[in-house]
């Protein structure tokens, strides 16, 4: 479980210190000579931070995945040795995210020569999207090859990645920030829907219907992007599967006050509210198909 | 002489002698003595019986009867006249017939003898009829001889002095005390004393002298008292000895019949030359020799008495360490003299200098067009086979030559073929290095014949020559013994050796040169006297001689007196026109590619190594990924590195083992072509053209196989070929260059795993640069050290434009380059640099030495690297950084510093993302083009780009991005995205390993192309060295350092 942790932490590592590192935008005195146009809506780091930050954590999908008992398919992840076949940033961007959740869905069923795969997957992508340095890959295979050491892989990814989204937003390159989440969390709802085809599991179902918050927020953010070459593309898809979202309802039903634990040494604090899933069975079957063919776009 | 000859002679002395008034007793005592020469008494008497029975001996005479019967009728007269003119047809057609026999079987020159023979039978007894005459002239007619020299033979073998009209003919010579009358065409030579005349004639047609004896005093030929009257044989090497007057040699007459000599006004003179070896030792003491046109010279001595030495410095091979050698007086071995004696010399060495792989004809025809500038082919090949004909060639002139292994023609021709080589262009002097050795009596006769020959023509000939038998021996004209040490120990006629040797030694018979009975001179005696040993008292020989080699020299200054010859004081007269240069070029071109052609195994080896190597490297390295879904793609092959890393060793390789025995094996006929003084840079550049298509023809075929297996696209195809050439070509004059600095195959073969050894090791491929020992390399600089081996430089180019220039990255490149710089400054050298400003604030207040150090060094590096960065720019920290010092930084200039850092960053942050955004539309244009169905990128670069080759040029498995170096940082993040920096001056060309231009006179040039120029650069560089032979000279350098101790003797 602390495993399942490791790689979906990362992933929300990405949104959650989007507000870590504040450039200020009138110090940028210097010529720029001009070759391709900038991006015209200059997204504030604040707001992008707000919307990582309330996009839901997967670890609790990844646990429900592993629960049900769902047998480790990689024939159901994504293949690791077409990473070449990413030659763009913007699916290179996408499929770290897709390959980060996948190494992570490899370690939870101790798959070594899998996780071995997918973080060289990783790795590739990093160093083309020239973010490579903040992996030291050296220490991460070590860890990640025996057991044991995972509070320690975990802390050095989430400083990897933390390094990485600061590094991505000193440069004004955080459309990748959010290319990267969203290849995560579409690869994470994937694995979701189809354990569910197959298990009809009720917590699944409920965890699929959560995922209209994220990704509402998701498109949030994309819309920023929308004059890129490729986003429309990817954000008209999403809008699709939005739609069938509209008409999943949630809501909040309070069940006290909130409750303070001590979490690894730390004060906690847990909302004591229940969030109510309403989706129609129909919904999900469509959610999971249109995910299925967002994902294999993706992958592609 | 065969049975059958012997019948027709006999009967055509039968014939003959019965002619008109028949049978002498005169005659029929010459017959037997004729007989007497060959058989033994029982068959003599077989034949005397036949001769008696054609020439009806002892029958009653017919002439005898008819004079008895003076009175007889008429009618009976009428039907003696018809019978005898029945039997004279009989007999002119039995004589014919007789004639057209022998015809078949004897030799011209045997034939001339036969006449004599018949001739002489005649003089016997002075009978000489209208028909005998008419037979023997009908029979000269058969044999060929002409008119005019029948005529004369006749004249001189009737005549009974030599004031006979007829006989004054420029072939005649008289040896007499008088000379003949003013005006007479004879020639004339001194005899001394002596009663009546010796009478000489010279069959020209086969260079026959006969001589004829008129007076009463005692002479000997050979040793043999000649009878008055009677015609002999005046053969090679013979002695006239009369009672009162000098000795006539053979060679004194030859010379005074043969007036062409004459023609050729040519002196030859050796004033006191001394040769010292390289160790020292003297090889020659002292020797001086004079000599004029029209001889032929003979050099002898024990082995290692220094002959070959003799003739070498005589031929201008070799420098004598004292003393000159003039023709004309021009000195040989003086360099501006020398000039005027070109051509002049022609030197037979005593191996073979035949191209084997060519034919007798071809051989000699390609050096005589060497020689001959203004002969078209047609004249060229008339010249050709008429030296082919003369020297008995011409049959086998289709022949190839072949080698000593494999013969194809006997020893005896080879040797005539390689004295035709020099025949051809007639050189005034000719020296040859034992032309005999391992040849047939037989060939080493004709070979001889050849030389006396031209010696006859006025030619000057030396020879080197041992163990001769005792026939070739008497044909020299002179004899110049050297003994052990190379002291001069005799000088003059050969078959007075002996007995001047004898005469030394105190031996009986001194006075006898030769065997009174046979004519032959022992020459293996000569040697016997002059190294005999002393016995000691056992009888056994002893290891000292009883005349030492000075003891010789010292009796030869005594004895011989050289008439030095005035020296001829006009250019001696030229033959030898050579060609210009390019056609030169052009001759030796066609001849070396005629000889390799026909070498079989040679072409097909050289033809098919590079397509048989190619191939089977690249089926062996046709890698098929795990991860290539559909079959073989270029892209999952990570052997593509190695694979550019072997064809250039390979191509190294090929063009090294081509031309590393070039030279080695042309060494000799180069030695006998210096004397045409033949263009050194023709010779060379018709090797390099041979070995430049060779290489050319072989790096195709290989690129064009091992390229299209492994799926590299025909887009790279010139790009590998041009560099495989280079390599190659650049490979053929280094091994040119061994080759002609090394004397034997098997150095060369030797030294070549020295030679492309460091070109592995220091291609680039195998060791990375940045990784060799901190001696030889530098940081961000391909070492010094491996810029001098073409590997490197070759693989480089096929790298970075495999790299860049395909379709793939072609298209991406360009931005490509810029993320990857831009990455570099905002992310590594930035953060450097920041370190660098901690470095100097943390110590700015620091004593300790060692702090100090670490202030200074990273100020240092701040000062140049900004200094550097010319895209974000700002003039106030340009100031700032300019008069940083240790004593003015303080933590205001630090805060401006990181500042200005943070805006790089920004900057080039930016940069690439923009960058990073118009590759991204750049793909997709290309994925969604316009009007045509979607395609994927993927596939492009599946094709045409390779992975690992990317890893390799991108660094990719080195964690190490940057370093800091001194006062300078060094990227070692995609070096092939990279372009050169911290570049000194206009002249450095130097950058890091696999960067993408080159720096050079202040501007950037394309990798592949600086690259190929490099190696082109050096292939000049090498071209030099060889043609002027630097490396020669250096390894002779080299040899005269001694290893060994000197024997002391």
């Known amino acids: 479980m602390k495993k399942l942790n490791l790689v979906f932490a990362l992933l929300l590592l990405f949104g959650c210190s989007a507000q870590v590192a504040n450039t200020d935008e009138s110090r940028e005195t210097t010529e720029v000579p001009t070759v391709v146009e900038t991006s015209p809506v200059q997204l504030s780091d604040d707001i992008v931070a707000g919307i990582m930050q309330s996009i839901p954590s997967p670890i609790e999908t990844s646990l429900l995945i592993k629960e049900t008992g769902a047998a480790y398919s990689v024939s159901n992840l994504n293949d690791p040795t077409i990473v070449t076949t990413y030659n763009d940033s913007y699916r290179q961007a996408l499929n770290l995210g897709v390959y980060s959740t996948d190494l992570g869905f490899a370690n939870l069923y101790d798959k070594n020569q899998d996780v071995l795969n997918f973080l060289n997957s990783v790795k590739t992508l990093a160093d083309k999207l020239n973010i490579g340095q903040f992996f030291d890959y050296k220490t991460i295979k070590e860890l990640a090859s025996s057991s044991g050491n995972v509070e320690k892989l975990l802390q050095l990814t989430q400083q990897n990645f933390e390094r990485i989204n600061s590094h991505l937003n000193d440069q004004k390159r955080e459309n990748l920030s959010i290319l990267i989440l969203t290849g995560g969390w579409t690869e994470a709802l994937y694995l979701t829907t189809l354990v569910h085809q197959k298990t009809k599991n009720k917590k699944l179902k409920e965890k699929i219907g959560e995922q209209k918050v994220a990704l509402d927020q998701i498109l949030l953010v994309l819309d920023f992007y929308k004059n890129k070459p490729n986003f429309p593309s990817l954000i008209a898809d999403l809008k699709e599967l939005q739609k069938v979202y509209n008409r999943v309802e949630i809501k909040t039903i309070s069940t006290g006050k909130p409750v303070t634990k001590e979490v690894n040494g730390e004060l906690v604090v847990e909302d004591a509210t229940v969030s109510q899933i309403n989706i129609s069975d129909a919904d999900v079957d469509l959610i999971t198909s249109l995910t299925k063919s967002i994902r294999s776009k993706i992958i592609k | ?1049």
């Open chain 2, 1 to 1049: 002489m065969s049975e059958e000859i012997l019948k027709a002679l006999t009967q055509l002395f039968a014939i003959i002698s019965k002619q008109d008034t028949g049978v002498s007793d005169a005659e029929r005592n010459f017959v037997i003595s004729f007989y007497q020469q060959d058989l033994d008494r029982e068959t003599m008497g077989e034949y005397l019986a036949l001769y008696d029975k054609y020439a009806e001996y002892g029958l009653d005479d017919e002439p005898a009867s008819g004079a008895a019967t003076a009175t007889a009728t008429a009618d009976g007269e009428v039907k003696v006249e018809k019978k005898k003119r029945a039997t004279r047809v009989n007999e002119a057609v039995r004589v014919l017939s007789l004639g057209k026999k022998i015809n078949k079987t004897l030799t011209q020159k045997q034939k001339v003898i036969v006449l004599f023979k018949l001739l002489e039978m005649l003089v016997s007894d002075r009978n000489f009829t209208a028909q005998r005459m008419e037979i023997i002239e009908t029979l000269a007619s058969v044999f060929n001889v002409s008119r005019a020299e029948y005529k004369l033979i006749e004249a001189f073998a009737t005549a009974e002095d030599a004031s006979h009209p007829n006989l004054d003919s420029e072939d005649i010579l008289l040896f007499d005390d008088q000379p003949p009358p003013e005006g007479a065409k004879v020639g004339y030579i001194d005899s001394g004393k002596l009663d009546g005349e010796i009478v000489f004639i010279r069959v020209k047609s086969v260079d026959l002298y006969f001589i004829k004896y008129t007076g009463r005093d005692e002479i000997y030929l050979n040793g043999q008292l000649v009878k008055r009257n009677s015609i002999v044989l005046f053969s090679h090497g013979s002695i006239i000895k009369t009672p009162k007057g000098a000795p006539l040699y053979y060679s004194d007459l030859a010379t005074r019949v043969n007036r062409q000599a004459e023609d050729h006004p040519l002196s030859f003179n050796i004033d006191g030359i001394f040769f010292k070896f390289p160790n020292g030792a003297l090889g020659l003491r002292n020797v001086s020799l004079s000599e004029g046109p029209g001889k032929l010279i003979g050099i002898m001595g024990a082995s290692g008495a220094g002959k070959t030495t003799l003739l070498n410095v005589l031929a201008g091979l070799e420098k004598p360490s004292e003393g000159q050698v003039l023709i004309n007086g021009f000195n040989i071995h003086d360099p501006e003299q020398k000039k005027h004696v070109e051509g002049v010399i022609g030197y037979v060495a005593q191996d073979d200098l035949l191209i084997e792989e060519l034919t007798v004809f071809q051989n000699l025809f390609y050096n005589a067009k060497l020689c001959f500038r203004d002969l078209d082919d047609e004249a060229l090949t008339t010249k050709v086979i008429n030296v082919l004909g003369s020297l008995g060639l011409d049959r086998i002139m289709h022949l190839k030559v072949g080698n000593v292994l494999n013969k194809k023609i006997s020893g005896g021709q080879r040797k005539r073929l390689n004295i035709a080589l020099e025949l051809i262009r007639e050189p005034g002097i000719l020296f040859l290095d034992e032309p005999t050795s391992g040849l047939s009596s037989r060939d080493s006769e004709n070979v001889i014949d050849l030389l006396k020959e031209l010696s006859l023509k006025g030619k000057l000939i030396f020879t080197v020559i041992h163990q001769p038998s005792s026939d070739i021996y008497k044909m020299f004209d002179k004899m110049f013994i050297l003994d052990t040490g190379g002291f001069p120990i005799y000088y003059g006629n050969p078959v007075e050796a002996l007995s001047y040797f004898k005469r030394q030694t105190r031996q009986i018979a001194s006075d006898k040169g030769q065997c009174m009975a046979c004519g032959n001179v022992n020459v293996e005696q000569l040697f016997n006297i002059i190294e005999a040993r002393v016995v000691d008292e056992y009888g056994e020989f002893t290891g000292k001689r009883k005349v030492t080699p000075e003891e010789w020299s010292d009796q030869y200054k005594q004895h011989f007196n050289i008439e030095r010859r005035a020296d001829v004081r006009e250019e001696p007269p030229k033959t030898l026109r050579i060609p210009t240069k390019p056609k030169q070029t052009l001759i030796f071109t066609i001849r070396d590619a005629l000889a390799k052609l026909s070498d079989k195994q040679y072409m097909a080896i050289n033809l098919l190594e590079a397509p048989v190597l190619a191939l089977l490297m690249s089926l062996v390295i046709r890698f098929r990924s795990s991860e290539a879904k559909e079959g073989y793609l270029f892209f999952y092959n990570d052997n593509i590195p190695a694979y550019i890393l072997i064809c250039i060793i390979i191509a190294l390789f090929m063009g090294l083992t081509v031309s590393a025995e070039e030279i080695i094996r042309d060494r000799k006929i180069l030695k006998r072509e210096s004397f045409l003084n033949l263009s050194r840079s023709s010779y060379l550049s018709s090797k390099l053209i041979i070995l430049f298509s060779l290489s050319a023809v072989q790096t195709f075929t290989f690129v064009l196989v091992g390229n299209l297996i492994l799926g590299i696209g025909w887009g790279q195809f010139i790009t590998y070929w041009l560099a495989l050439f280079s390599v190659s070509c650049f490979a053929n004059v280094l091994g040119l260059n061994i080759s002609s600095s090394f004397d034997n195959a098997v150095t060369v073969y030797i030294l070549i795993p020295l030679l492309l050894i460091p070109q592995m090791i220091l291609s680039g491929g195998i060791f990375d640069f940045d990784k060799l020992n901190n001696a030889v390399g530098q940081k961000g600089k391909a070492p010094l050290i491996a810029d001098v081996w073409a590997s490197r430089w070759a693989y480089e180019a096929i790298c970075v434009r495999q790299f860049k220039t395909n379709p793939y990255e072609q298209m991406l490149y360009g931005y490509d380059w810029q993320i990857s710089q831009a990455n570099y400054r905002a992310s590594y050298w930035r953060s450097e640099l920041e370190k660098a400003v901690v470095a100097c604030q943390e110590n700015l207040t620091a004593k300790t030495d060692s702090a100090r150090q670490v202030f200074a060094q990273n100020l240092a590096l701040l000062k140049r690297e900004l200094a550097e960065e010319k895209q974000v720019k700002d003039a106030r920290l340009a100031k700032l950084v300019d008069g940083l010092s240790l004593t003015n930084f303080n933590d205001q200039a630090a805060a401006q510093l990181n500042d200005y850092l943070a805006r790089v960053q920004v900057y080039y942050g930016s940069l690439q993302g923009r960058m990073s955004d118009a590759r991204d539309s750049v793909i997709y244009a290309y994925e969604h083009p316009k009007g045509q169905p979607e395609r994927s990128i993927a596939d492009l670069k599946n094709q045409y780009h390779n992975e690992q080759l990317e890893k390799f040029l991108k660094n990719e498995n080195s964690l190490e991005k940057i370093t800091a170096e001194g006062d300078r940082l060094v990227q070692h993040l995609d070096p092939v995205f990279t372009p050169p920096y911290h570049v000194s001056n206009v002249f450095d060309y130097r950058a890091h390993f696999f960067a993408p231009t080159k720096p050079f006179g202040g501007q950037m040039w394309d990798t592949y192309y600086f690259n190929l120029v490099v190696i082109w650069f050096m292939t000049l560089l090498l071209y030099v060295t060889l043609y002027f032979e630097l490396l020669r000279k250096f390894v002779k350098m080299f040899s005269k350092v001694k290893f060994t101790p000197k024997a002391t003797s």
